[in-house]
């Protein structure tokens, strides 16, 4: 529509009304049969996009971000040609689970409705410009005054493909870096806790009687599957690194692991391969509770 695309000193606004003439709540259709009435609901629909322009700039906002809207347009073309008049910059078709990101970057609270636009809610920043950015363009802020404690990162690939496994990657590394937060240890991977734990409950269950006895070696035993897992994920021989595995933590060396670059057993710790505390104990928590869960259903009944 004209608008500006380069806005310095911004006053930014987020906004999640509707700049458009509003609908009824049931559907109905108006029949409009003389010229003078076609022209009298153009004028009443100028005057009631022109009453939240005039609003919008008089809280000395600048820079506009619409959220997207499903129930009717959220912005029209009328309106941003007045918006573009009134030299706002706009940015529009903004999703709803963006909504809090952006605020807490930018600053700015989300307002409901026009009357709430205030200059209290409005964010700042010392520049919002659209750039180009390969074929498409973005719009970028920086000299953000309050900015939040949040971070962007774009992501651009070839292809729907690519970006959706570089999307997984980031992901991946979001949520190592969340476990350590949560929880700041790392241990050592390559199935060398798994290992360990193993050896130190088998021992542990020679010296209980009974149904502990064999509930504890049970245990133990099940977590033989993650490196006998992780040495056929590798193309390894698993019952022999499984074996490996048990004479050496069975010697001491508690750090021992699969190597899967290597192919064979080394120390976790010397090539600094580690994990988060969290990972670990997340998993085993996790897998105990669905065989406790398992353990309570008395009988099957088949439905067809």
Known sequence: AG???????????????CISPPKSDLENNVVVSDYTQMDRVYKEERNYILGIVKKIRASGCNVLLIQKSILRDAVTDLALHYLAKAKIMVVRD??????????????????????????????????????????GRIVKVTGIANKGRTTTVLLRGSNKLVMEEADRSLHDALCVIR????????????????TEVFYQLSAWAKSLLGMDSYCVKAFAEALEVVPYTLAENAGLNPIQMVTELRNMHAKGDKYAGINVKKGGISNMAEDNVLQPLLVTTSALTLATETVRMILKIDDIVPVR
């Open 179 to 194: 476990c350590l937060v949560t929880k700041r240890f790392l241990i050592t991977g390559g199935s060398s806790p798994e």
């Open 94 to 135: 903004i999703e709803r689970s963006e909504i809090e990101f952006i605020s807490k970057t930018l600053g700015c609270l989300p307002i409901a409705h026009v009357d709430h636009m205030k200059p209290e809610k409005l964010g700042s920043a010392e520049l919002v410009e659209e750039v180009p950015c390969g074929q």
């Open 3 to 17: 608008g500006p695309i380069r806005m310095e000193k911004a006053k930014i606004g987020l906004v999640q009304f």
